[in-house]
């Protein structure tokens, strides 16, 4: 009896250990009476509402995601990237070959069914903003209607009437969030031509995912702090909540026959609306779980984050996705020195000896510097300790005994090697430290520092004494600092040439000052009275000794540095100024980085020999990425794109061949996903932590948001779901800017790109009936339409009816034969009129045809506006705010400079960092006029706008477009017209990636007023004059933000004329008598 009880003891641990083995992250439910299809590795599932074990329903390596199931149960509608674009698709309820439903080539999102068995998804296809259209879709023809609402992203169908969601997701992980772009529930009457009306206008948070039960809209809102569940009558009354979690949030949610299937954490949880009872589901799946097993990296360079090349050139360091390996140059094993996917190390470089290399890690909790066997055998040692924020990759002295490193609260260290002792060099305000290097002797360290006017200066740290010694001015960037051999020199860059590209302001589109080339090399005479190796020797100035007739010595001689006038000792180095970086010093040879025409493909390698027979500057290596000097300088380590070449410095030019490249054919190495992956939530934790603004984090308590979903890691089968985690971990800060996207995502091996024709063709008995062909500013004809293009010919009306001889109606949409066609001649057979003809066309890619989409949208308002404002307004729309975007400005700002009227239009903008250029170009005034003899004056200073400025905003104007908005109230310049925007102020780098390339960005930068207000962040800026553009009414095409901001400017127009004022008369200097 005993040993039977023992017995079933032991098999149910087994059981429950097995059950738990199977359990899956699990999201995005739907639900059908009994039956729940949800998402768990990257697949659609089906289990019961009750619980159990999970059958997989769709297995192909590509994503499928959003299910959704038809009201009478017979299909499961989805969205799925089969060849790469997420497009619709459907299945039988029960299994079998899915359906391949849209050919877009832009995202589509799967949003339900309507009663009548129609799909309904979001798309932004049919917009020509960047902006969500409800789409129905016939699944037995495909045929397509837009449901007539603009910006609606979500749909819930009661007869008639439909409860949509305003507004898409607005990108940003953020609890709490009360911007202008919230999502909101709106009722709109399909039965009849009336606006949509906000049911939660009430609330300013998020509220959204409608679904329908029994006279009540149910929907998620984070009325309470955290996205619950909650209803409402049809009418918006009547406000229930129904769950009530607190540490997590409700993600997605499903209803079916009065059950909703939510997830929360990473399980299904279902809710009774009868009982109010609700409760987690046991859900097992029926997987290999593939995707947890170990994987082979099989192409390192992609992940490539360092390269370093040892001391005596050779064998160079390598990391790559945070595992170390050392390469010979020539023949040799190249050897994984790392073998923890659970450790992330970075920045591997090599001891003084070669024999050891030193890398960060994050082995012991916190980012410090290990010790590790260069060939790969032995345990790593630990170097520094009481790491506290995230350090940055660092440079060993020549000697061994230190590493010079510095961390993101911007302080500069030497550490001891040999006791891991750190000793703080300097703390900057203005930026961190990334330019060091050691002097021959190991006891100085020279280093760039910004100074309080935030130009860089070059510094010497003396490492017995702790002196610093400032050995530039702050009157010119200095930086790159390299020591000559013998530590008699400090060669450095600085710049300091300032001639302008441009002569005068002059010409057409106000042509400002441009300073190219600013970059000169410059060497300091260290000890004092060394004669400078360049100049030419005299009768009193001896020929310079040379390093090749120095005396041998055990090591290198100590370093002499006269304190007194050492800036004074600056001499010039006979190169010619251009936009260099990355100084390197050998015994007999400068080299630096240089871009000869500010194009990543012109990076070249100079060369300059230190001798005093005329040396010219001469091209050493082209093409290259990057280059890393020796410590012995006897050879460079270049990168050019994938390959890693080592040249010898002695050769004239370097050469890059199978003789000198790092031999890593067949380099590949194994990971464990599950390691990586609880690496990487602990690193975004981790590097939140270190770049947010707040190192107070916003008053969250960031260890017990780590204690809160890290155990959820354990439950992630493949990387999407560990986004999810992140999302909602990086959320908890209630702060803009914060992304989570990117990293090694499973995808399918198929990547087929749909081409576009850039117009819309509707489908009927003949073909496809050109309904619309996409219009674009006829001056400029390279951003034409493929079929407005003059040489091809087709009109509106003009009927395809063959695409490369194949019959367009033999296919589901005709965009199915413009598969893998993108930039390719295509045949269009076409019907015009009576008459048949082939044109040829390139059809565009579904990005360019977006592109093209929004073209429009920018060219019919500006017609608007030409037309509406009687030749007195112009118009200039940013979709950005880049250096791109820069040129738009530049283009369609000055051809309408002297108009009495600007209407600068920021809608939908999705931000950047240039409002202070055109800040700038707006504030300029008019403050005296030149007449000539002939014609009318024109101001100073030139350019100057003279009328009224109007900026339009909407709850999709981002970041910098904000912040131009509000720099435009705030200065004084304009009126901002239009509805709230998004909120977001708190500006980023992008640069706190994870192991894989993925990343959760951080935000690093809080903007407040001169009289100490935070601004935006949050709320975002609310307009002087608050114009909605209404969901149905912006469909059907009125733009009322626009008419506003006209009909604003007329009237100001009116009051307030903007007239120039006529020159007075000419003065009368005639003799008097």
């Known amino acids: 009896m005993r040993i039977a009880l023992c017995l079933v003891a032991l098999l149910t641990l087994a059981t429950s250990t097995l059950a738990e083995a199977q359990n899956g992250y699990y999201r995005q439910p739907a639900v059908w009476n009994d039956t729940i299809v949800f998402v768990s590795e990257g697949d659609l599932w089906r289990v019961s509402t009750d619980g159990g074990t999970a059958r997989r329903i769709t297995t192909h390596p590509g994503y499928e995601s959003l299910p959704h199931i038809s009201s009478d149960g017979t299909r499961i509608a989805f969205t799925a990237e089969y060849e790469g674009a997420s497009e619709v698709y459907s299945m039988p309820f029960n299994g079998g070959l899915p359906t391949r439903h849209t050919f877009q080539g832009d995202r589509c999102r799967t949003q339900g069914f309507t009663s009548d068995g129609d ?60 911007g202008g772009a919230a999502q909101s529930i709106w009722s709109f009457n399909l039965g009849n031509s009336a606006e949509a009306v906000p049911l939660t206008s009430d609330y300013a948070g998020t509220s959204r995912q409608p679904m329908v039960w029994q006279n009540r809209v149910y929907f998620l809102s984070d009325r309470d702090g955290t996205i619950n569940l909650w209803s409402m009558d049809f009418d918006g009354g009547n406000l229930q909540q129904h769950t009530r979690h607190r540490d997590f949030e409700i993600r997605g949610a499903s209803l079916s026959n009065g059950t909703v299937v939510y997830q929360c954490e990473a399980d299904l949880w279902r809710y009774d609306i009868a009982s109010g009872n609700s409760r987690r589901l046991v859900i097992n799946l029926d997987s290999d779980f593939d995707q947890t097993r ?139 430290y990334f330019d060091y290097s050691w002097s021959p002797d190991s006891q100085w360290l020279a280093f760039s520092s910004i100074a309080d006017n935030t130009l860089s200066q070059i510094k010497l740290y003396q490492v017995g004494s702790g002196n610093i010694l400032v050995a530039t001015s702050d009157h010119y960037d200095s930086y790159s600092p390299a020591w000559g051999a013998e530590g008699k020199w400090l060669y450095f860059l600085s710049d300091r040439h300032f001639r302008s590209l441009v002569g005068s302001p002059w010409g057409s589109r106000q042509p400002d000052p441009f300073f190219d080339r600013q970059t000169e090399v410059f060497a300091l005479d260290l000890a004092g009275g060394t004669p400078f190796p360049f100049t030419p020797p005299t009768e009193v100035t001896p020929e310079p000794s040379s390093d090749d007739e120095a005396e041998e010595s055990e090591g290198p001689p100590p370093v002499t540095i006269a304190r007194n006038g050492l800036m004074t000792r600056l001499h010039q180095v006979p190169a010619s100024s251009g936009n260099y970086w990355g100084l390197m010093a050998s015994a007999d040879k400068l080299f630096w980085m240089a871009l000869t025409d500010r194009h990543e493909s012109a990076r070249e390698v100079k060369v300059l020999s230190i001798n005093n027979d005329d040396p010219e500057v001469e091209t050493w290596a082209g093409g290259v990425n990057s280059a890393e000097m020796s410590q012995d300088g006897s050879a460079i380590l270049l990168r050019k794109q994938s390959a890693l070449y080592v ?28 390691d990586e992956w609880r690496q990487m939530f602990v690193d975004a934790w981790r590097l939140e932590r270190d770049y947010f603004y707040d190192r107070g984090m916003h008053g969250v308590d960031w260890p017990a948001m780590r204690a809160r979903y890290e155990p959820l890691v354990d439950r992630v089968r493949d990387r999407e779901e560990l986004d999810d985690i992140v999302e909602q971990l990086v959320a908890e800060l209630s702060a803009l800017h914060t992304y989570v996207y990117g990293g090694d995502h499973r995808g399918g091996p198929e990547s087929v790109s749909i081409g576009s024709l850039g117009g819309v063709l509707s489908r009927s008995s003949r073909g496809y009936t050109v309904d619309h062909i996409y219009q674009s500013d006829p001056d400029r004809p390279e951003l034409l339409s493929p079929l407005a293009r003059p040489d091809v010919g087709v009109k509106v009306g003009d009927v395809v009816t063959h695409i490369n001889g194949v019959s367009v109606l033999s296919a589901p949409n005709y965009q199915a034969l413009l598969r893998n066609q993108v930039g390719k001649e295509v045949l269009l057979g076409v019907r015009s009129g009576g008459t048949s003809k082939d044109v040829i066309v390139k059809p565009i890619s579904g ?94 200073m030139q350019y100057a706008f003279h009328g009224h400025v109007v900026v339009l905003v909407n709850a999709k104007t981002y970041s910098d477009g904000e912040a131009i908005a509000e720099g435009i109230r705030r200065l004084g310049i304009g009126t901002i017209i239009g509805s709230r925007t998004w909120g977001g102020e708190i500006w980023l780098t992008s640069s706190n ?65 903007v007239v120039v004022p006529p020159a007075p008369a000419y003065p009368d200097k005639s003799l008097q008598r």
């Open 993 to 1057: 990636n994870m192991v894989d390339g993925g990343i959760a960005t951080a935000a690093e930068f809080g903007v407040y007023t001169p009289d100490g207000e935070w601004i935006i962040e949050g709320h975002g800026v609310d307009p002087d004059i608050v114009v909605e553009n209404l969901p149905h009414e912006s469909f059907k095409g009125r733009d009322a933000q626009l008419e506003a901001a006209i009909e604003f400017l007329k009237k100001k127009i009116q009051e307030e004329p």
């Open 847 to 940: 990005g360019s045809e977006r592109l093209l989409r929004y073209r429009e949208w920018e060219y019919t308002r500006r017609l608007e506006v030409d037309d509406k404002g009687d030749g007195d307004l112009g118009y200039v729309h940013l979709r950005a705010m880049g250096s791109n975007d820069m040129a738009q400005f530049v283009r369609d700002f000055y051809p309408v400079f002297n108009r009495k009227g600007l209407i600068l239009d920021v809608r939908n903008n999705n931000g950047g960092n240039i409002d202070s250029w055109i800040l700038s170009k707006l504030m300029r005034e008019p403050w005296f006029y030149w007449q000539p003899r002939v014609g009318g004056p024109s101001s100073n």
């Open 647 to 674: 040249a010898s410095t002695g050769d004239g030019t370097a050469t890059m061949d199978e003789k000198t490249q790092v031999m890593l054919s067949g380099w590949s190495f194994p990971i464990v996903p599950q």
């Open 294 to 432: 170990e994987k082979w990296v099989t192409n390192p360079m992609s992940y490539l984050s360092s390269s370093h090349i040892s001391p005596d050139g050779k064998r160079v360091a390598l990391t790559s996705r945070g595992t170390v390996f050392t390469a010979p140059v020539k023949r040799g094993r190249l050897a994984q020195v790392t073998h923890e996917a659970s450790v992330r190390y970075r920045e591997a470089m090599f001891s003084h000896e070669s024999d050891a290399l030193y890398a960060l890690a994050d082995k012991s909790g916190e980012v410090e510097y290990w010790k590790l066997p260069a060939n790969g055998v032995g345990e790593p040692e630990q170097v520094t300790k009481n790491g506290e924020v995230w350090r940055w990759g660092g440079t060993p002295s020549p000697n061994g005994k230190y590493i010079a490193h510095a961390d993101k609260n911007q302080r500069l260290w030497i550490s001891e090697v040999a006791n891991g002792r750190s000793t703080l060099v300097e703390t900057s305000e203005w930026g961190s």
């Open 119 to 178: 799909i309904v998804y979001a798309t932004r296809k049919f917009s020509t903003r960047p902006l969500y259209h409800l789409v129905q879709l016939d699944p037995e023809d495909n045929t397509t209607e837009l449901i007539p609402l603009i910006e609606a992203a979500e749909a819930a169908f009661a007869g008639n009437q439909l409860f949509f969601t305003r507004y898409s997701f607005q990108g940003s992980h953020t609890k709490r969030y009360k």
